[in-house]
C-alpha cells in the first residue's frame, strides 16, 4: 500500500476567497481534512460530502488534542494510505505548530507538502487598511506571541516603536501585562495602537487607542479571540482611519 501525503495547508483568517488556489484545490478533493478550531464553516463546506473531518480544536487552556497526538494522528492516516489536508487558520508556518508537525512526519518517512496561507496579520492589516510598513511610518515589522506562557522571558525590546510595527498574536488574555512590558522598554504611553479582532470575516471590528488605555479598550469593548494587536503608527495614519469609516459607512 502506497503512503499518503500530509498536506499542511494555511486557511488564511476565515473569508474562503483568502484562500489560495491550491488550499481550494486541496480542500475540495481531500478525503480526510484534520482542522483547527480557527478554520471556518464556509471553509469546511467547500470540503466533499463524504470527506471526513477531524476537529482537533484547541482553546487557550484547553487542549483537545496534545500535539503530539495530532502529529501521531496524521502520521497514522497517511501509513494508511489517505492523503491528508492538516487545515490552519491563517499560514501554517506562523505561530501554528507546522514546524512541528512536519518534522514528525518526515521523521516518520512521510511525505508532506506545505501551503501557505494568508496570515491573521496580512489579512487585518487588509481588511483594516493598515499599512504595516510605510515609506513615512515604519520600515520595521515583528510578529510576536502574547500568550501567557514565556511572557515575561520574551525579548520584545526594539520591536516597537517609532518607525516600527509590532504585531502581536494571542494578546487578548494578557493585554494588561503587554501593556506594562512594552512600556518597561521605554515605549510611549501615547504609541497609538489598533486591536483588529475577527479580521477578514464579516463581524470585523477595528479599536483604535494608545497603548496606556490597551488594557481598559480590551475590558470596555469585550474583545474576544481571534484577535491581534497592531502597535506604530502606521494605525494612526488618518489615511488608514478615514479608509475604514468610509467601510462601516458603506455596509
Ligand atoms: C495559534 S495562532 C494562529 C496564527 C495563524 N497560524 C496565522 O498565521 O494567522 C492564533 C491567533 O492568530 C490570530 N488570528 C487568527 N485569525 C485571526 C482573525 N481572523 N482575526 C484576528 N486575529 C486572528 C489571533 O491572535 C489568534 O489568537
Not at 27 to 32: D, K, S, T
Not at 217 to 233: M, N, Q
Request: glycine share 10%; charged share 25%; with cysteine.
Amino acid at each position: 500500500m502506497e503512503i499518503g501525503t500530509i498536506y499542511l495547508v494555511g486557511a488564511g483568517p476565515g473569508d474562503p476567497d483568502l484562500l489560495t488556489v491550491r488550499a481550494a484545490r486541496l480542500i475540495e478533493r481531500a478525503e480526510v481534512i484534520v482542522h483547527d478550531g480557527l478554520v471556518s464553516r464556509d471553509i469546511l463546506a467547500m470540503a466533499r460530502p463524504d470527506a471526513q473531518l477531524i476537529s482537533v480544536a484547541k482553546q487557550r487552556s484547553k487542549h483537545t488534542l496534545p500535539q503530539d497526538q495530532i502529529n501521531a494522528l496524521l502520521v497514522r492516516e497517511a501509513k494508511a494510505g489517505r492523503d491528508v489536508v492538516r487545515l490552519k487558520g491563517g499560514d501554517p508556518l506562523i505561530f501554528g505548530r507546522g514546524g512541528e508537525e512536519a518534522e514528525d512526519a518526515r521523521a516518520a518517512g512521510v511525505a508532506v507538502e506545505i501551503v501557505p496561507g494568508i496570515s491573521a496579520a496580512n489579512g487585518a492589516a487588509a481588511a483594516a487598511q493598515i499599512a504595516l510598513t510605510h515609506r513615512d511610518a515604519s520600515s520595521v515589522v515583528s510578529f510576536v506571541a502574547g500568550q501567557c506562557k514565556g511572557l515575561s522571558d520574551q525579548d520584545w525590546t526594539g520591536l516597537a516603536g517609532k518607525g516600527r510595527t509590532l504585531v502581536i498574536y494571542m494578546g487578548v488574555k494578557t493585554a494588561p501585562q503587554i501593556a506594562e512590558k512594552l512600556m518597561a522598554d521605554g515605549l510611549a504611553p501615547d504609541m497609538p495602537l489598533a486591536v483588529v479582532e475577527n479580521a477578514a470575516r464579516p463581524e470585523m471590528r477595528v479599536l483604535r487607542g494608545p497603548l496606556a488605555a490597551l488594557p481598559d479598550l480590551v475590558t470596555r469593548e469585550a474583545v474576544k479571540s481571534p484577535a491581534l494587536i497592531v502597535i506604530g503608527e502606521v494605525t494612526a495614519r488618518e489615511d488608514a482611519a478615514i479608509a475604514h469609516f468610509a467601510v462601516e459607512a458603506h455596509q
